[in-house]
């Protein structure tokens, strides 16, 4: 389950492993803190989470040098786009999101945090937060229209 977690924040499985390590290693260390009130799982969700946002961090200023984020052309990405991938599919999508982007996703539509929260965990502004959502929202719409695109060329020339 953690490591599912890690996924969503990490650029690749090899990144979410090493995120999934220092969570669990953090864990041991602070086990004595876990009051045993609520559940473990989620005690232990809280630190991943946390430990990605710490690497996202980590890893920011790096991010902005490389990453000066191109302008966008805004689509409208209807909800139903989304509900007709499948979890796997969709999780290698939120990979391919820049950074920031998928951070924000991830803590907006699957951890559900508002933006006021996700601007004070990240030090942005609720107004930067929002705009990487609808542009990660706009993102991942073009990629699966894409995707779609493509099969029906594909089916479309088996056809023939």
């Not at 982007?101 to 930067?128: D, P, Q």
Request: hydrophobic share 40%; glycine share 6%.
């Amino acid at each position: 389950m953690m490591k599912g977690v890690c996924l969503r924040y990490a650029a690749n499985e090899a990144e979410a492993e090493d995120i999934l390590q220092e969570a669990f290693l953090l864990a041991f260390r602070k086990l004595e803190t876990y009051d045993h009130k609520g559940a473990l799982g989620g005690w232990l969700r809280r630190l991943t989470v946390n430990k990605a946002l710490e690497q996202y961090r980590k890893n920011a200023t790096i991010g902005r040098m490389k990453d000066r984020y191109k302008t966008m052309i805004e689509k409208s990405v209807d909800d139903r786009v989304f509900e007709q991938l499948n979890l796997e599919d969709l999780l290698l999508k939120i990979q391919q999101l820049p950074t920031g982007y998928r951070t924000v996703f991830n803590l907006y539509a699957i951890e559900g945090f508002n933006h006021r929260e996700i601007a004070e965990k990240l030090k942005i502004s609720a107004g930067t937060s929002k705009s990487q959502y609808s542009r990660a929202r706009s993102i991942l719409g073009a990629m699966i229209q894409e995707e779609q695109e493509e099969e029906l060329k594909r089916l479309a020339y088996a056809k023939r």
